[in-house]
C-alpha cells in the first residue's frame, strides 16, 4: 500500500536586511562609476592642459583671482 504524503515548507525572509544588502549594493555601485568618471575628467584635463595650467586653473577657481 502506497500513502502519499503531502508536505510544505515555509521560508522565513528577513525583507529590511535584504533591502539593505540591495540598497548598499546600489550604493557602492554609484559610488564606483562617479569615482571613476572623476578620474577620467581628471586625467583628462591633465593631458589637453598640462599640469601647471591645472594647478593654475584650481588656484584660480578657488580664490576667485
Do not use: H
Amino acid at each position: 500500500m502506497n500513502t502519499n504524503t503531502n508536505t510544505t515548507q515555509r521560508t522565513q525572509v528577513d525583507a529590511a536586511y535584504e533591502t539593505s544588502k540591495f540598497a548598499l549594493g546600489v550604493g557602492l555601485s554609484m559610488a564606483a562609476l562617479v569615482g571613476i568618471w572623476g578620474a577620467a575628467s581628471l586625467i583628462s584635463a591633465l593631458a589637453s592642459n598640462g599640469p601647471v595650467a591645472l594647478v593654475k586653473s584650481l588656484f584660480t577657481a578657488i580664490t576667485g583671482i
